[in-house]
């Protein structure tokens, strides 16, 4: 249980933290670092089992059936040597970094926001990199995106643009990483990380292992900012300077970076992915150098760094030796360790001195001597001046390049990247603490709670060379766990004799400190200059732009109130679709080769295709509305009897109860549109008729070819063998829709709450002049009383349709029936009660549709998590009550039917209801409520109703308004 109290430790400073801000405002900081602190003990004490080659494993089902039957999804997590070398980074980091920020913010602003992300944010990197299945590892992906957006954002209009595109080009690599992992648990029929790194699909595919690790590589460069997204990364750091101590150091690039050392297992010979990572890493490492020694702003200049530095990592990975991924890691350890440290620095001098421009900043040295000393120490580390650690990582790398195919070549790339790393190196210490000219008299050292914890992680490059031995075992750890090699073992020292690395590092040490005595001139030459025509900010903003046009142009395709230009092109793209496919196949007889041949066998489905014949004809020459929509109607019973004909009784019961709403509803719709349609053109007649012909020349063959050809599938077959064995049920369609493929369904279910509110909000922003004179809002002529055989026929039906509803619903599991049949059943004495009624009226109250429709999708979702008793999401739990056979998804069942029921009472309210809440006289039948069989049957003995019964038509402007606009007119 080590894994998940690991992260509910983490999980409760996210909780924690509005309750101890409020309490301790900045200074909540300490005791959410000393949790996470805790945290990394706990993790800690599970690193000798892990050495010693026992992952720490811990999962619960999540969800079932999602690859096919007997898959299943886990929260699954796994501390391995990768996992916990990366968790601890974090952990750690993260407490310092939240330590230093209680010294650094400023008190009573925002400290809330900001310490409820910042853990949300090492939270999201946790379940990233202890992620043992790729649903779950995906979520802590996005969640990281997510997380460092709403950092960057919360700095205000500084950080809005950048936050904007770190948010686009990370998920950009979420999308890719998403189609990267969906492929591999495809092609490996697992979505555990660990089974499909160990797969040897993957390794007997190389096409598919070369698509999926191009894909993998451009995911973790979006994060890890490498060319050509690298320049997300500089524009973040308008965040707070802990934001981007942490960032930098433990977050969003190290999720990159893990990403590319998980996934080494299976790409590591793939040379592709070589190739790719290499170039593009030396190439970003060089080129981000180059750029970082223009900037004037220290936190923009160390942000550079770090793209630079991440490209050393990248191209280190890209050799792909265990070598190689050992000096990966070992450098991802120091550069965590003197970036972290450099940010927080450059924050004390910021928050002491009042700027990080080395244009306005003076001779700091003397008045900042602890800050100056720390800050020598983590450049000096980052330039790699032996003896320190950042010294021992960069000789790693460099003896890695060294041994590859490449290796003289990479060697004189990677000495230029070093030298250009000193020569920025030298620019911090330099600009910030010697070069300087302003007067710098009232600025002093900083109180030890800021540059403490600031100074510590660069401290410890001075600490770590002597203790290289201890830091050996967990590089060899998470080595092994990358290549499964249990006799790797890792030999990290200061001195290995006069070798190749050894001497670049000299010539390098000598040109830097030859580079010193030159520094202002050349400093001064290359400040602020842009050394390229166009940034990526630029390149960025072109491509929005030309997709934006793009959108526009498709946009205008549909951007009309004539439907038929709405289905122009959507029939016409199936069309051409249909027609390629036909041609591609040598005509209609490729298309259907292999179809059965049979002829009628049952003349009785002459009825239905009589029916529906005639009323599509029907249809075609009728200009009345009115006329269409009942032709229509009957269309859908000729469909409903040919379903009832083939033997689905439950299809044809669902599908007559469709037709039936959709006829209400469209008679609704229609009191708002001419009685008549417009008269077409000849021209757009011909059109028409042309794709009409063509539409019935694909939808024949499509049909022909793909029900003539096809048996039932292996998938249909286990359905209808095994599926009632397993749930004790005869319906094996309603079956497979709440247990088997409860997720569809749920995401169906959403849609129709969805739909529910855009009813809601489209029938609200219609203008009340729509309303024809003597229609809306008010009843007309005689209506009440040629309703009057309606309602006493509604009156014995309404309440037989809802003990019918209830029946079919509790019966669905073993006969045709369910809950969306039912809810149907129930609408439809909803919709006869509005029939019934001589006016415009509500059948439920105005909040009525939307509770059934929410409180639909709680219950749905709420079920699903019930589901984890047994098995996972939405796992159907099985048991007798009284000796009834009862199941769970009855419950999920019961939240299809209220969100049906409250889509479509949606639909009659808004559509057929006379008034809105908020104005002065509102409907009878509303302020009631609920089902009433005579609601608008006038009263004598009331005379408010008698006066409604029969008023007069009236001008739409006459119409009552709201109390709100009243007041407006008022002058």
Known sequence: MTLPLVVALVAATVLLSPLLVRIMDRRAGWPLALVLFGAAFTLGREYPRVIDGHDVVWSIPWARDLLGPGTQVDFALRADGLGIFFAMLALVIGGVVLTYSAAYLPRGKGNTSFYTIMTAFTLSVLLLVLADDIVLLFVGWELVSIASFFLIARSGSSG???????????????????????????????????????????????????????????????????????????????????????????????????????????????????????????????MSALFAITKTDLKHLTAYSTVSHLGWIVAAIGVGTPAALAAALLHTLAHALFKSSLFMLIGVVDHEAGSRDTRRLGKLYDNMPFTFFSTVVAAASMAAIPPLFGFVSKESILTAFQDSPAGPVLLVVAGIAAFLTFVYSAKIVFGAFVDGTEPMDEVHEAPVSLWLPAALPGLMSLVLPFFLVGVDTPLAAGVRAITGDESFATHTAIWHGITAPLVVSLVVLAAGVAFIFVRKPVFEAVNNRQLLPFSGNDALHGVVHVLTKCGRGLGRMADVLNPSRHLLWLISTVIALGLSTILLSDGIDGVAAGARAEGLDNWWDLIPFAIITMSVGGMIFSRSRLAAAVLLGTVGVGMSLQMLLLGAPDVALTQLLVESLTVIVIMLVLRYQPRAFPKTPPRRRSYALVLALLAGIVSFAGVWALTGRRERSDLAMWYLTEGGVLTGANNIVAVIIVEFRGIDTLGELSVLGMAAVVILAVTQSMPRHMFEAGTRPRPFGQSQLNSMPLRKVSALVVPVLAVLSVLIFFRGHTVPGGGFVAALVMATAFGLNYLSRGADAYVVRWLTPSRLAGWGIIIAISTGFLGFIEGGFLYAIHGEVAGEHLTTSLLFDFGIYLAVLGMITQAINQLGGYLRPGTEVENLSYRRGGLNPLPDVPDPERPDEVAHAHPEPINPADAPKPLSQKVEEKP
């Open 160 to 286: 809005e643009a950048g936050s904007y595109r770190t948010l686009i080009l990370t998920f950009f690599g979420g999308l890719t990483l998403l189609a990267g992992l969906g492929l591999s648990a495809m092609a490996t029929g697992t979505t555990r990380v660990s089974a499909i790194l160990a797969s040897e699909a993957l390794a007997t595919n190389s096409g598919l292992t070369t698509a999926i690790a191009l894909l993998v590589a451009v995911s973790a460069f979006t994060k890890a900012a490498q060319f050509p997204f690298h320049f997300w990364l500089p524009e973040a750091m308008a965040a707070a300077t802990p934001v981007s101590a942490f960032l930098h150091a433990a977050a969003v690039v190290k999720a990159g970076i893990y990403l590319l050392l998980r996934f080494s297992t299976v790409f590591h010979d793939i040379a592709a992915w070589n190739t790719l990572l290499v170039t593009v890493g030396l190439f970003t490492a060089v």
